[in-house]
Nanobody, 127 residues
Framework: QVQLVESGGGLVQAGGSLRLSCAAS????????MGWFRQAPGKEREFVAS????????YYRDSVKGRFTISRDNAKNTVYLQMNSLKPDDTAVYYC????????????????????WGQGTQVTVSS
């Protein structure tokens, strides 16, 4: 069992930065790949970034490459999403999620591959 709590969302102007955090509880956090997803009003939840259990590999959707950075600190049971050069199109509720399988080194984009989800944190980027 893994419980996830996101924080760090807020209102920012275009071009600004935010750092999201996802604090996890549960013994298996450090052995699970983690993902960040987002959902804008009226749209489906979409993959943003993922990081494998060791932190050695990351993957991003094309629209955030070069602007967002996913990282993790297994000693602190926390995964982060540093978001720079934010755009109004980044406005959404952001969710962190833990992959179903332990010790996976595969980046999976579908929501069905993730077993545990946080409650989400709102990110609003004004133009």
């Amino acid at each position: 069992q893994v419980q996830l709590v996101e924080s760090g969302g807020g209102l920012v102007q275009a071009g600004g930065s935010l750092r999201l955090s996802c604090a996890a509880s549960g013994r298996t956090f450090s052995s699970r790949a983690m993902g960040w997803f987002r959902q804008a009003p009226g749209k489906e939840r979409e993959f943003v970034a993922s990081i494998i259990w060791s932190g050695a590999s990351t993957y991003y959707r094309d629209s955030v490459k070069g602007r967002f950075t996913i990282s993790r600190d297994n000693a602190k049971n926390t995964v982060y999403l540093q978001m720079n050069s934010l755009k109004p199109d980044d406005t959404a509720v952001y969710y962190c999620a833990a992959q179903k399988w332990t010790f996976s080194t595969t980046h999976l984009l579908g929501t069905g591959n993730y077993e545990y989800w946080g409650q989400g944190t709102q990110v609003t980027v004004s133009s």
